[in-house]
C-alpha cells in the first residue's frame, strides 16, 4: 500500500472510532472536536472557526446547538466588545474528559499490532507531517 492511500484510509478509520464514540456520548462527531478544542481554553469565535476549519455560519449552529444541550457557553471578550468567547459549561467540561479520554483509548488500540518501536516511528513520522503541514491541535494527547 502506498503512503496516499495508507493515509486516506487510516483518516477513514480514526474518523469511524471518532464518530463511534461521539456518538455513545451523545454527541455529533463535530461537537466532540468542539469540546476537546475547548478543553485547553476558551476561543474567540474566529480563532475557533479557524482551528475548527469551519465557514463562520457552520461555526454559529454548532456553537448554537453546544449551548442549547449546555456544554457551551458564550462569554464577552475583555479584549474586544465586538468578540464573543466560547467557553466550556461545567458539564460540557466533564462530557469532553470523558470523551477525550475514551476517543484516545479507542484509537491508542488502531496500532495494537506494532511494536513499541514501531509504534515510536509511526509517531514520529505522523508528528512530523501533522507539523510540516500545520495541522491544528485539536485533539490533545492523553494525560
Given at each position: 500500500?502506498?503512503?496516499?492511500?495508507?493515509?486516506?484510509?487510516?483518516?477513514?478509520?480514526?474518523?469511524?472510532?471518532?464518530?463511534?464514540?461521539?456518538?455513545?456520548?451523545?454527541?455529533?462527531?463535530?461537537?466532540?472536536?468542539?469540546?476537546c478544542v475547548?478543553?485547553?481554553?476558551?476561543?474567540?469565535?474566529?480563532?475557533?472557526?479557524?482551528?475548527?476549519?469551519?465557514?463562520?455560519?457552520?461555526?454559529?449552529?454548532?456553537?448554537?446547538?453546544?449551548?442549547?444541550?449546555?456544554?457551551?457557553?458564550?462569554?464577552?471578550?475583555?479584549?474586544?466588545?465586538?468578540?464573543?468567547?466560547?467557553?466550556?459549561?461545567?458539564?460540557?467540561?466533564?462530557?469532553?474528559e470523558r470523551?477525550?479520554?475514551?476517543?484516545?483509548?479507542?484509537?491508542?488500540?488502531?496500532?495494537?499490532?506494532?511494536?513499541?518501536?514501531e509504534r515510536?516511528?509511526?509517531?514520529?513520522?505522523?508528528?512530523?507531517?501533522?507539523?510540516?503541514?500545520?495541522?491544528?491541535?485539536?485533539?490533545?494527547?492523553?494525560?
Amino acid at each position: 500500500m502506498g503512503v496516499v492511500g495508507a493515509l486516506v484510509r487510516a483518516a477513514f478509520l480514526v474518523d469511524a472510532v471518532y464518530a463511534e464514540s461521539a456518538r455513545e456520548h451523545g454527541l455529533t462527531p463535530q461537537q466532540g472536536q468542539l469540546l476537546c478544542v475547548l478543553m485547553g481554553r476558551s476561543y474567540v469565535m474566529g480563532e475557533l472557526g479557524g482551528l475548527l476549519r469551519l465557514a463562520k455560519s457552520s461555526l454559529t449552529g454548532l456553537v448554537d446547538r453546544s449551548e442549547r444541550n449546555g456544554l457551551v457557553r458564550r462569554e464577552s471578550c475583555e479584549a474586544d466588545a465586538r468578540a464573543v468567547r466560547v467557553a466550556l459549561t461545567a458539564e460540557g467540561a466533564v462530557l469532553a474528559e470523558r470523551f477525550h479520554a475514551e476517543t484516545c483509548r479507542r484509537i491508542d488500540e488502531l496500532p495494537g499490532g506494532l511494536s513499541a518501536g514501531e509504534r515510536e516511528a509511526l509517531a514520529g513520522l505522523l508528528g512530523r507531517v501533522v507539523l510540516d503541514n500545520e495541522a491544528p491541535p485539536v485533539f490533545g494527547e492523553p494525560g
